[in-house]
């Protein structure tokens, strides 16, 4: 039985940053989370930069991210702002949809909490891999690289009037001083389940309990989620009503094979009906078009085709402690690394 929630601990900290006069342009130091470049792409962030992010995040060992990051705080690269603070960010970005959006959120520090403890909210499940080894560098840097993503309900604080303090693409930040009270708040999980947990891992060791998050409000325009459609070698027999080619929005989960579409039946979200299926060999995209076209190519016996999972619904299922399967949800954009680190002392 769930029991009582505890209070958000929320508070500013003492950023460290990249130096630009040492380091270089922001643009080439920074990259997505680490769980989502490919091999290929780590290597071209290695290239870009000896100070690229991805040094740090994806390296060869753990120990070399360690004595990496003393390096550059030795050589200037890294400064450490002499106060704490907040950050309001502002991400420009467009969607997987085509349409131009803003979403905001506040940069800051969070005590991790066991989620029996009802302060954060998970709401996919994980696996033991990630973590071990997100727990190895946490141990080797003892700094927060990277920041997760977390929901609250709420409206986004007013951007501030005056030039961001940092700026890379469509990410910019302003450094405030006072930020709202989160104490009774319910914190969900968008983004970052596995550093969560890592954190959780870490403190249970005697480490520092706190990492690196961004409080996103729900209540605006930029909040979206997309879709991560399953392309699958083989579908187990899964089957449903033939229908044409259906438009933009989707009437319900549907397969996708042999130039044929078809529309499942079944109860819960789009990702439930998909799992009863069991479909093997599944790899993921949030391009439609590109799920199709492999099936087309005949790399892929099938597709499964769904809607995005409601904001309504991810709060719900936490609510009631529940979990949804891993890619049930694509939060866009991703957070970008290597704006803000979080050392541990």
Known sequence: MLGSPKM?????FRAERYDEGSAGPLEQLVAPPYDVISPEERLAFLARSPYNVVHLTLPDTEE???EAIEEWRQRGVLARDAEPGYWFLSQDYV????VARTRFGLVASLRAEPYENRVVLPHERTHSGPKEGRLRLLRATQTQLEP???????????????EPDLQSGGDKLWRISEAPSFESTELLIADGHHRYETALAYAEEGGSPYLTVVLVPTRQEGLTIFPTHRVAEHVNGAGGAPIHEPGEELPGPILYRGGRYELLAGDGLDVDIVGQFAPQGVTYTSQRKDAVATVDRGEAEAAFLLRPTRIEDVWEIARRGDTMPQKSTYFFPKLTSGLLFHPLD
């Open 95 to 98: 969607g997987p949809d085509g």
């Open 64 to 66: 070399e991210a360690g």
């Open 148 to 162: 997760i993503f977390l929901l609250y309900e709420g409206d986004p604080l007013g951007q501030p009037a005056r």
């Open 8 to 12: 958000a601990v929320v508070k500013p």
